[in-house]
């Protein structure tokens, strides 16, 4: 569990960077920072919380190849899933001011990609399933 810890890290390590980064841009694009940072947080929880989801049955899965694939289809589906049903949500709420939030969503998204690729990656070589090599 291990290197699930360290992926949730590196995780919210990089969202954190990049919303730093994206700051300034989504207060103008949303036309002021009490509407923007909401949104961008939202936004960004909003791919976290999908990430985090999605990385679970890589964590969880045995040590047979079967197993590991299944695990592997089934962290992108849930990844998507959640990422779909928690956007959709914060969408329709109405709370949030749509363009930065949809901006983020997608942004908190594809920034986690390459740290979830590299860790199903490992997790599907690794000799174990349960193992935490990271």
Do not use: H
């Not at 045995?62 to 695990?71: M, T, W």
């Amino acid at each position: 569990m291990r290197g699930y810890l360290r992926f949730l890290a590196v995780t919210c390590a990089l969202v954190a960077g990049a919303a730093c980064l994206g700051y300034l841009p989504t207060a103008r694009l949303a036309g002021g920072r009490a509407v923007a940072v909401p949104a961008m947080i939202a936004g960004c929880l909003v791919g976290i919380v999908a990430g985090a989801l999605g990385a679970l049955p890589l964590a969880r899965a045995g040590g047979s190849p079967d197993a590991k694939i299944q695990a592997g289809l089934l962290a992108m589906g849930l990844r998507f899933g959640a990422v779909l049903a928690l956007g959709l949500a914060a969408y329709a709420s109405g709370l949030f001011a749509r363009v930065p939030l949809l901006a983020w969503i997608g942004i908190s998204y594809v920034a986690q990609l390459v740290v979830e690729s590299r860790y199903a990656a490992r997790m599907m070589m690794s000799n174990s399933g349960k193992s935490e090599r990271n």
